[in-house]
């Protein structure tokens, strides 16, 4: 419904651009990307509409005696919308959307091998009076098949340009780019009889008069739905004018009594419409062969109960590998890097100690945390994207959706829960697949509950620390997979809650299309890497980096004075008589951290986490994990004594952890304990670019904060849980 419900005037006539708007609008999956990057290639921005998290992908599109503006609209089957996205959709078609302004000219894009279903939805674009031109697509497929098509009388019975298209090889790219052209300087409307019946439409023209005295224009698109639905929003607006009140209710009921108002009525006589263009336009082969196609005869395998599961899960353990292994020489070298430029840059401020950690370890550092993330991003969205482009995603989402159906989901769910195997980060950005609102929030606050790669080095120094060599390597084996699985577990049973009494959220009717197979177009691949990776820095990195800032000046001030630290080296050569300089010197960076903010915080919330069998040790590296999940095993080495260069395969470490004991001289860490500090990090939060991510992808900081606190409580219980069952068995 069109914002002149509320007498509002149009954004168009509130906002002024020097450039054409042309939105290229469609079903999903009829090319309207693969064209989109064809007509604007590099000269893309990607942000959300402003107020909702919605994507807005824009782009130039360069003409030959001008450069307008471009849409990507997100993919419709109807202008009735049923979901957040599709709303916002039908708001920029309409113009009625804040801060937008109606687009000039619709780039209808129709796939010529599922013509009738795309014309239904062109048909409700014409009747709501949209200049437009045709974008046929697929066309070298329907040829394949042994048909043709009319185009002339195809444009004669639309009364608009239709322009033949091959997306994946740009042919027909400059013969769209002058049929924008020449409709941008004379707008061609498309006008047509969908054929409805006569008494129906008769009435709709009277009222339409009706409703035109007060002042408002609405098209026969509206006056029509309200008719047919008593539910329809406008039908909210007559409250306020009783006797159309009363006019609609009385047509509405004559009608129905006379039998021209049936159930469908609507759907069934555009697809009636749609189902007469297509045989008026599309010419069968007299030697067209009737045998499957090719992408039938793959969807027998691919979508199969049995064997397409079974292919779906090699695939998608193939990819989660690749993101895993492929990605990890690309960030050590990147983490290589930036401590080779910290090592450069140290020595030139060493007069300056303040100042050389603030650069080295907060800036430098942070950065470092922050582009470590990038090569798991850009590996995962090259896979999406080539999934997508082959047509195989959207089997994938068909086997899924049985599967996550029950607790309010449905298939699309499934890459950002196994991207998230990986890391989080991508997982979170790849909800964007979800189809509604209420699905993708709920898949981006169960996200980080899949066990990340950056929980592994803390799996394996407390495993080979305190089970393997207590249990032996087949325990040690089970508990590493337990850790992994113990997530997905929670998180099925956390979404079913969230759709129920937090998001409250119906799950929609699961509406796929299912394209046919491909090659991918590498030029798509490589735009969504580009585009996802420059979100990423512009957004999340920004945050990541200031609260890594934030994070290393909590732990380093306020200093030790030099009385102090004079203290803390008399008191450990006193116990240590002719330590090493290194031992000392590891000493005194633990007395800085115990005596740091964070250090001090640590040792303030130590009484909460007493019954988890955490010491405030334990929770300041928990703490000064924040930044990153993967600073957790260094931070354990400095308040330990060992210096921040250690790692999961240190074997100091895990006797350091071995021979800590409380102030009473009991061991601080029993098997319980280190399996109750794994279950507290495989259920937390602590990541703050997972939370910036959210952040981001949401709009708004009460997602972010509603995570954190959901999953800190359900770490402290299930910690708490694990330690106090540990005592009870007498562990």
Not at 235 to 257: H, Y
Not at 639 to 652: Q, T
């Amino acid at each position: 419904m069109k914002s002149n419900l509320s007498n509002k005037p149009s954004a168009k006539s509130e906002l002024h651009s020097d450039q054409p708007l042309i939105a290229l609008v469609g079903n999903p999956n009829a090319g309207k990307t693969t064209l989109f990057n064809s007509l604007t290639g590099s000269y893309q921005k990607v942000g959300n509409y402003p107020g909702v998290t919605v994507e807005k992908v824009s782009g130039a599109l360069r003409l030959d005696a001008q450069t307008v503006e471009c849409i990507d609209v997100p993919g419709l089957y109807s202008m009735y919308a049923v979901s957040e996205d599709e709303r916002v959709a039908v708001e920029v078609i309409e113009g009625t959307l804040a801060n937008s302004r109606r687009p000039d000219l619709l780039v209808c894009v129709l796939d010529a091998t599922n013509l009738e279903r795309n014309l239904y939805f062109f048909s409700q674009l014409a009747e709501a009076r949209n200049p437009m031109v045709v974008a046929l697509t697929m066309v070298d497929r329907l040829q394949q098949s042994g048909q043709s098509i009319d185009l002339p009388k195809m444009s004669n019975l639309l009364a608009v340009e239709v322009v033949p298209m091959v997306g994946h090889r740009d042919k027909g790219l400059q013969e769209l780019k002058d049929a924008i052209e020449r409709n941008l300087a004379s707008p061609r409307f498309p006008v047509f009889d969908i054929g409805f019946p006569d008494a129906l439409e008769t009435c709709v023209a009277s009222l339409r008069e009706r409703v035109a005295r007060v002042g408002i224009d609405f098209t026969k698109s509206d006056i029509r739905k309200a008719l047919l639905d008593p539910e329809d929003p406008f039908n909210t607006f007559l409250k306020d004018f009783p006797e159309m009140q009363d006019a609609f209710r009385e047509a509405r009921e004559r009608l129905t009594r006379e039998g021209v108002i049936k159930p469908a009525l609507e759907v069934s006589s555009r697809y009636q419409w749609a189902s007469m263009v297509k045989r008026a336009v599309v010419r069968e082969s007299t030697t067209a062969s009737r045998n499957l196609s090719l992408t039938d005869r793959i969807d027998l395998v691919l979508t199969h109960r049995v064997f397409g599961l079974v292919v779906f899960l090699t695939v998608m353990y193939l990819v989660f590998q690749s993101i895993y292994t492929f990605a990890q020489p690309l960030m050590n070298g990147i983490l290589a890097s930036f401590g080779w430029l910290k090592d450069m840059v140290g020595p030139h401020l060493a007069q300056w100690p303040v100042v050389r950690s603030l650069v080295v370890d907060g800036v430098l550092g942070g950065v470092g945390g922050m582009l470590v993330f990038l090569p798991q991003i850009l590996i995962l969205f090259m896979f999406i994207a080539m999934l997508e482009g082959t047509g195989y995603l959207s089997r994938a989402a068909f086997l899924m959706d049985r599967l996550f159906g029950w607790c309010g989901l449905n298939g699309r769910a499934f890459i950002p829960l196994l991207s998230s195997f990986a890391c989080a980060i991508p997982g979170i950005m790849a909800a964007r697949v979800m189809p509604d609102r209420n699905s993708r929030l709920a898949t981006i606050l169960v996200a980080p509950l899949m066990s990340c790669s950056a929980r592994l080095p803390v799996y394996l120094l407390l495993i080979g620390a305190f089970i393997q060599p207590r249990y032996g390597p087949i325990w040690a084996g089970f508990a590493l997979f337990a850790m992994h699985l113990l997530g997905l577990v929670v998180a099925i049973p956390i979404v079913w809650f969230l759709n129920r009494k937090v998001i409250r959220g119906k799950r929609l009717p699961f509406l796929l299309e299912l394209p046919p197979y491909q090659w991918p177009r590498w030029r798509d691949v490589w735009i969504a890497m580009y585009f996802r990776a420059k979100i990423f820095v512009k957004t999340a990195g920004t945050i990541i980096v200031f609260m890594s800032v934030l994070i290393w000046g909590l732990s380093y001030f306020p200093r030790l004075s030099t009385q102090q630290r004079a203290g803390v080296v008399q008191h450990y050569l006193g116990s240590n008589p002719g330590a090493p300089k290194d031992d000392v010197a590891k000493e005194v960076d633990r007395a800085q951290l115990a005596n740091s903010i964070l250090g001090r915080f640590g040792k303030a919330i130590e009484p909460a986490f007493v019954p988890a069998g955490f010491d405030w040790r334990i929770t300041t590296s928990i703490l000064s994990a924040f930044p990153a999940r993967e600073t957790v095993v260094p931070s354990l080495g400095i308040i330990f004594s060992l210096g921040g260069d250690v790692d999961e395969k240190s074997p100091d470490l895990p006797k350091a952890l071995n021979e800590a004991t409380w102030p009473d001289g009991r061991p601080l860490f029993t098997p319980w304990t280190a399996v109750g500090l794994m279950v507290f990090f495989a259920l937390c939060a602590q990541c703050m670019a997972t939370l910036a991510t959210v952040k981001r992808e949401t709009n708004s900081w009460k997602w972010p904060l509603f995570m954190f606190t959901y999953m800190t409580v359900l770490a402290y219980i299930a910690a708490v849980a694990v330690q106090q069952i540990g005592r009870w068995f007498g562990g």
